[in-house]
């Protein structure tokens, strides 16, 4: 997995490439943690996220509730597979999707 | 049926995976089908690796095969740890907004969700769980 990060004052994108698995996503996690504080607003692009397992949606909750007491946290470009896994678990309901 | 008997810990999930992938690939399974079959394995092989043997460690064996008629991928997961079913287990609420939600139980929910059919035995001392899925 790859993570791209591009900052504009207080909002932070971060696209997320590749697998968000049980071995990656504590990748994601650490690097969210570090950039809570100064973020307001955060976006998550998946254009190119291939794949999201139960581990992955985790750090998804988790940032979705932090960032529901700031500037709220959008989610982008979401390709089929990962669209359906959000579909099924009812995220895609929970999560601001763009 | 190809065979991969190694310890049940998170650590080993990249060797599970290229092993499941391995066999699909060749099979030519479609995309969509690998990527729900590579998340059931991955949420199965944590969850034994979680809690099988815990604290201790304790082996798994995942075997897959392909059958036809129809066409469909056969995986099976066996290991000697506590009997415990997962299909036992109730699903949780995904209708609750993100404030209430558990982030527990999601996994087998997802297992349960995307695969054709998952089946469970105690047999010989072992957990057997076997998932089905049509390609």
């Given at each position: 997995m790859n993570i791209g990060r591009e900052r504009?004052?207080?909002?932070?994108?971060?696209?997320?490439?590749?697998?968000?698995?049980?071995n990656t996503a504590p990748q994601l996690q650490a690097e969210l943690?570090?950039?809570?504080?100064?973020?307001?607003k955060l976006i998550l692009d998946f254009k190119d996220l291939a794949y999201i397992s139960s581990a992955g949606l985790r750090v998804l909750l988790?940032?979705?509730?932090?960032?529901?007491?700031?500037?709220?946290l959008k989610?982008?470009?979401?390709?089929?597979?990962?669209?359906?896994?959000?579909?099924?678990?009812?995220?895609?309901?929970?999560?601001?999707?763009? | 049926m190809k065979?991969?008997?190694?310890?049940?810990?998170?650590?080993?999930?990249p060797q599970v995976m290229s092993f499941v992938d391995e066999a699909?690939?060749?099979?030519?399974?479609?995309?969509?089908?690998?990527?729900?079959?590579?998340?059931?394995?991955?949420?199965?092989?944590?969850?034994?690796?979680?809690?099988?043997?815990?604290?201790?460690?304790?082996?798994v064996t995942?075997?897959?095969?392909?059958?036809?008629?129809?066409?469909?991928?056969?995986?099976?997961?066996?290991d000697q740890g506590v009997p415990y079913d997962p299909l036992a287990k109730a699903d949780p609420d995904v209708t609750l907004s993100a404030e209430e939600r558990q982030v527990g139980g999601l996994g087998i929910f997802m297992v349960k969700k995307t695969m054709d059919d998952m089946s469970y035995v105690y047999e010989n001392n072992s957990n057997i769980l076997t998932l089905t899925k049509r390609l």
């Open positions: 504009n004052g207080n909002e932070l994108t971060l696209t997320v490439e590749g697998r968000l698995d049980t943690e570090k950039e809570y504080n100064s973020t307001e988790l940032a979705h509730k932090t960032m529901s007491q700031k500037g709220g989610v982008r470009n979401v390709g089929d597979i990962v669209g359906e896994v959000f579909s099924v678990t009812g995220f895609a309901d929970v999560l601001d999707i763009q | 065979e991969l008997k190694l310890d049940a810990v998170t650590d080993n999930l699909l690939e060749a099979a030519d399974c479609p995309m969509k089908a690998q990527m729900q079959i590579d998340m059931a394995v991955e949420e199965i092989f944590v969850n034994v690796s979680s809690y099988a043997y815990a604290p201790g460690v304790g082996p995942v075997k897959i095969g392909i059958a036809d008629d129809p066409r469909r991928a056969i995986i099976v997961f066996e």
